[in-house]
């Protein structure tokens, strides 16, 4: 015969090892609210180090179009620091780009809308070969929809296509001496860099700002409320 006692001891410790105990309710893993990473500290940095790259190439090519920037002047110590601030630069900025892309993605879960790519594709989509010409771009529109209202949802990204369009472009060699501006994961601006290049590079940093301004200032980088599942606010660019 089974003791009443120890049966009910036994559910007892059944009961609170498979959740947590509140008054008469076990809340699970699902009760949870989704993962939030803080975006907005993180978009500053970024921020401001795509604002210096940006202003750096735009001095690069002032200095080109006032004749400063011909082909002897440009091999002298000037153009190496130049040149050699950007580099350094831009890696910090990739680095850094790429921590708030990854919590963006994390928080992009929680917003009701379906994201296409699995979180690893948030490194491995820049580095590998063919995937890296349309993954990040993929998972840019999945977080910017993620913080739009459900009716704007299906509306074209422009600002993210504007980024990515010009992004892939700055990888593009205009003339038979030139050299792109973008050529790989990270961009490497040389001697050699043609303007074109360049100037697409530089248009693809100040979509990038408004865009991580945007996120990050928007719903995927509030808080979801627990009581509405939902931000009280919707980022300033809808479209």
Same mark, same amino acid.
Request: glycine share 12%; net charge positive; charged share 10%.
């Given at each position: 015969? @089974?003791?009443?006692?120890? +049966?009910?001891?036994? %559910?007892? =410790? ?5 959740? #947590?105990?509140? *008054? ?74 790429? @921590?708030?892309?990854?919590? +963006?993605?994390?928080? %992009?879960? =929680? ?5 296409? #790519?699995?979180? *690893? ?95 990050? *200032? ?22």
């Amino acid at each position: 015969m @089974v003791d009443p006692q120890a +049966a009910a001891a036994g %559910a007892t =410790g059944l009961y609170r090892r498979s959740g #947590r105990c509140y *008054g008469a309710s076990v809340v699970s893993d699902r009760d949870q609210p989704p993962e939030f990473l803080p975006l907005r500290g993180l978009a500053n940095f970024v921020t401001v180090l795509l604002a210096g790259v940006v202003a750096a190439i735009a001095a690069k090519l002032a200095l080109r179009q006032f004749g400063l920037g011909n082909v002897h002047l440009w091999h002298g110590l000037a153009e190496g620091q130049l040149n050699s601030a950007i580099n350094i630069a831009i890696v910090g900025t990739a680095i850094l780009f790429v @921590v708030w892309f990854r919590r +963006a993605r994390i928080n %992009a879960d =929680g917003h009701g809308y379906p994201q296409r #790519r699995a979180l *690893g594709w948030t490194f491995w989509g820049w580095v590998v070969p063919i995937i890296n010409l349309w993954f990040p771009f993929q998972i840019m529109g999945d977080i910017w929809r993620a913080g739009l209202p459900p009716q704007r949802r299906r509306q074209t990204a422009w600002l993210p296509l504007l980024w990515w369009t010009c992004w892939l472009a700055s990888g593009l060699s205009f003339g038979a001496r030139a050299a792109a501006a973008n050529a790989g994961p990270i961009p490497h601006i040389g001697g050699g860099t043609d303007a074109g290049s360049l100037s697409l590079l530089a248009v693809a940093g100040v979509a990038l700002i408004a865009i991580i301004r945007t996120v990050s *200032g928007g719903p995927v980088g509030s808080p979801l409320r627990p009581d509405a599942g939902a931000p009280a606010a919707w980022p300033l660019f809808e479209s």
